[in-house]
């Protein structure tokens, strides 16, 4: 296991999964597979999330959008990768998903992370941008525009569209790449 790997296993052990499902979905935590956490949308599978969080390779002091924090999960786990010297902003579009969100994070007790409401035809965090690190948990129709401009140089952005994960870099320079893997399905970005 390399560095990165045993960072996310000790993360997902730190912030289990149960803890951020509706009390009916708690017995099916250990199910690999994505559970429903109300208004149509899912706390993703975590073998996904998992892969996502190697991709993105959160490291300790860096600043992070999490776009569709849905339950707070991937928002805690990013919590625990970035540590107190980071920041985790989370923004979900539905308000009584954002509560359930802080009320779900209350117990993880991390200061440095916070879920706020979307603002309605704002994408991510713009007034709140530059990002080391963007996780996007609900897929795209094509690369927005709009998200890789919230990435800071020598950034990262992990981003499902249509159907595989692209992996968005932006270099030193400014100039940005983006590779596509895998094959995965997510709930659509809005
Ligand atoms: C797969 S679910 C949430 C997974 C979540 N990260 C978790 O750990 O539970 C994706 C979420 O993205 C939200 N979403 C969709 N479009 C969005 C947008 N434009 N801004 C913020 N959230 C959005 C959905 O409401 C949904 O809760």
Redesign the pocket.
């Given at each position: 296991m390399n560095q990165i790997d045993e960072r996310i296993q000790a993360a997902f052990a730190a912030v289990p999964r149960e803890k951020?499902l509706p009390r009916k979905q708690r017995r099916h935590a250990g199910e690999n597979r994505?559970l429903l956490?109300g208004?149509e949308?899912?706390?993703?599978q975590p073998t996904t999330?998992r892969q996502m969080l190697q991709m993105l390779d959160p490291r300790t002091g860096h600043r992070v959008l999490?776009?569709?924090?849905?339950?707070?999960?991937?928002?805690a786990l990013l919590g625990h990768l970035v540590g107190p010297t980071g920041v985790v902003y989370g923004?979900?579009?539905?308000p009584e998903?954002a509560d359930m969100a802080r009320r779900n994070l209350t117990a993880a007790a991390q200061h440095w992370v916070s879920v706020h409401q979307?603002e309605i035809g704002v994408?991510g965090a713009p007034s709140q941008a530059p990002f080391d690190r963007i996780l996007v948990?609900?897929e795209a129709t094509s690369l927005p525009a709009a998200l890789v401009d919230q990435l800071d140089r020598r950034a990262r952005m992990v981003i499902p569209v249509s159907g595989r994960l692209s992996v968005v870099e932006r270099d030193e320079a400014g100039s940005v790449a983006v590779r596509r893997v895998g094959h995965y399905s997510?709930?659509?970005?809005?």
């Open positions: 951020f994505p956490i208004h949308q899912t706390n993703s999330v999490d776009v569709g924090s849905g339950s707070g999960w991937t928002s923004v979900e579009l539905i998903l979307a994408l948990s609900a997510f709930v659509p970005l809005k």
